[in-house]
């Protein structure tokens, strides 16, 4: 064959390459972790092994080059078992779709292979090792495919391991190393990226999201309320007496008060509230979806729960209590602005009545 024919070849597969890798990216962008996201990998790994099945490489007569092992043996890495199974199922329907003589072979060999990388992705890595070596031997897992050619007749299976088995085996093993150091490069810089995204929209001391955040978050809820009159609520609370908590046990304490009641107010709210530190000792929860009615029943469990909370302080058990302030959308308004300006008042109220209790919003 000319050296075109095998450049234009090799061009093909470079171009598989950038899809996984850009659409693997995307994927672990979009979808964290999970079934979804292993079946996500599965569909990704699945789909491009069928590209690359529907466009082999013809290195020389009777020896084609396709990359549905390469893909296979490393779905278990990226996808766990169920993207392992969703991939190796989509290979093995569309091959013995194509029929041929050696469809069933060809069916038996991508689940041949499956298996191995998912036995191989269990192996602890003292046994598998890291870096290029695990690669290399990911790699060499694809030839546990070889076997199913003695189902051939023997002067074929004979023709095809003397000409095809070298050429395979190191295209394989270059392709499984050059796959996974992508992939491997990808999901780094895309953890690196979360890392950074995380730090920046979370409070160091409580790790609750920050005052952008809950803007982003309120300003979304006010567009909701306006547009189809989903109600939002807000609970901003205040601890009591944090300057004599501070003065009376020092400042790390106060520290450990604050990131302590974080806890127990992210443990109390729902999944779908957002919690935030909103500036020194005050916390604001908003509740997407929520009326007056029942944002008062979850700030009062709040307060329940935090005045029900031991803190120590060397050997002395310290009780704190919070003061809340409630406003809804309903009343008087749908602009997140004004609405927590309404919970702030509220919490003046709760403050100025004697502490520890909750307050609701005046109606305008």
Not at 109 to 129: D, E, H, K, M, N
Not at 156 to 173: D, E, G, H, K
Request: hydrophobic residues 50%.
């Amino acid at each position: 064959m000319e050296i075109e024919t095998h450049l234009v070849s090799l061009i093909r597969v470079l171009g598989q390459v950038a899809i996984i890798v850009y659409a693997y990216s995307w994927v672990i962008r979009i979808v964290e972790r999970g079934a979804l996201k292993s079946v996500a990998v599965g569909l990704l790994f699945g789909l491009v092994g069928i590209l690359s099945m529907g466009d082999p490489i013809q290195w020389m007569p009777g020896v084609i080059q396709d990359g549905r092992s390469i893909l296979l043996v490393l779905t278990p890495i990226y996808g766990g078992l169920l993207g392992t199974i969703v991939a190796a199922a989509m290979m093995a329907l569309f091959r013995y779709m194509v029929g041929g003589m050696g469809a069933v072979i060809g069916v038996a060999g991508i689940v041949i292979v499956a298996v191995v990388g998912y036995v191989l992705s269990l192996l602890p890595r003292q046994w598998t090792g890291t870096g290029w070596r695990r690669s290399a031997l990911f790699g060499l897992a694809t030839c546990s495919s070889i076997v199913v050619v003695f189902l051939l007749p023997w002067a074929v299976a004979r023709a095809l391991l003397i000409s095809a088995t070298l050429p395979v085996t190191i295209v394989n093993i270059l392709g499984v190393m050059l796959l996974s150091d992508l992939l491997q490069r990808e999901q780094y810089r895309i953890g690196i990226q979360r890392a950074l995204e995380n730090e920046a929209s979370l409070d160091p001391l409580t790790r609750l999201p920050n005052r952008r955040v809950l803007q982003r978050e309120g300003d979304r809820c006010s567009k909701e309320a306006g547009m189809r009159r989903i109600p939002f609520s807000i609970i901003m609370l205040d601890i009591d007496h944090f300057k004599k908590i501070n003065d009376s046990w020092g400042h790390s304490f106060g520290d450990t008060v604050l990131a302590r009641l974080a806890d127990v107010i992210r443990q109390t709210v729902r999944k779908t509230d957002i919690a935030a530190r909103y500036g020194g000792e005050e916390i604001v929860v908003l509740l997407p979806n929520t009326d007056t009615r029942a944002a008062a029943a979850a700030a009062e469990k709040i307060r329940k729960d935090i005045e029900g909370t031991t803190l120590m302080f060397e050997q002395e058990a310290v009780h704190v209590t919070v003061s809340i302030g409630i406003a809804c959308s309903l009343e008087p308004t749908t602009d997140f602005k004004h609405v927590l300006e309404a919970a702030d008042k509220a919490l003046y109220r709760a403050k100025a009545s004697g502490r520890n209790r909750v307050e609701l919003a005046e109606a305008a």
